[in-house]
């Protein structure tokens, strides 16, 4: 069976410091990988989504960015955070565009 | 307006209700619609996923599709008290350059009380 795993699970960083969050999906190949970022009371905005190993295509213009590096395997970086990239950012993965997305456990960011 | 539009609630019932919650969406292109439920500080979870109109049933959640009055809703019935979590509504584009992309609503808080 499929399992996707992010990590860390909480973050606190401090404003105009790095960030890299990684996920990693098991048991499929070359599976869609999509960051959302969930701000509190709010729905999910997706980030960025990638259908293949160095393919990154991005929804929101931002100081965040995307890397795909292996195929199952999913970062999304920062280099230097801002109080509004504080928020839940989930990855998901999907076998295909026209599949259903299915969420891994999430981390939690927050930036003082 | 936003292409998925869902009422924040929150929305609190006693235990043993039926439940309904609701979205409407904008953009007519072919597309598909999904429930997830999240519980606090989780990821979400896949509960219903259908592509036509009409009711899809699975257990005690009814998901329902009207497309022509752009409209979905979720029935829980016999709600329980783990039950209580946002209830996300999404629909994805089947086809064009927003292919297989989610667009979410705001979510909706349901709390049900013993």
């Known amino acids: 069976s499929q399992t996707i795993h992010q990590w860390p699970a909480t973050l606190v960083q401090p404003v105009g410091s790095p960030l890299s969050l990684e996920c990693t999906v098991e048991?499929?190949?070359?599976?869609?990988l999509y960051w959302y970022r969930q701000a509190a009371g709010r729905g999910l905005q997706l980030l960025f989504y990638s259908v293949g190993i160095g393919q990154i295509s991005s929804e929101v213009p931002q100081n965040l960015s995307a890397s795909r590096p292996q195929d199952r395997q999913f970062i999304l970086s920062s280099k230097k955070l801002l109080l509004s990239d504080s928020g839940f950012y989930l990855c998901a993965w999907t076998p295909s565009p026209a599949d259903t997305q299915y969420f891994g456990p999430g981390t939690r960011l927050t930036v003082l | 307006q936003k292409e998925v539009e869902q009422d924040p609630g929150p929305l609190s019932v006693p235990e043993g209700a039926i439940v309904s919650l609701n979205c409407t969406y904008s953009?007519?292109?072919?597309?598909?619609f999904m429930w997830y439920r999240q519980y606090s500080r989780k990821g979400p979870e896949l509960l219903m996923y259908?592509?036509?109109?009409g009711n899809k049933e699975d257990g005690r959640f009814t998901a329902q599709v009207d497309k022509s009055s752009k409209y979905i809703s979720l029935f829980i019935r016999d709600s329980q008290p783990s039950d209580s979590a946002t209830y996300l509504c999404?629909?994805?584009?089947?086809?064009?350059?927003?292919?297989?992309?989610?667009?979410f609503g705001q979510g909706t808080i349901l709390t049900v009380h013993p």
């Open positions: 259908t592509y036509s109109s």
């Open positions: 953009n007519s292109a072919f597309q598909y």
């Open positions: 048991g499929t190949s070359n599976p869609n």
């Open positions: 999404a629909k994805a584009n089947a086809g064009g350059t927003s292919y297989g992309k989610l667009t």
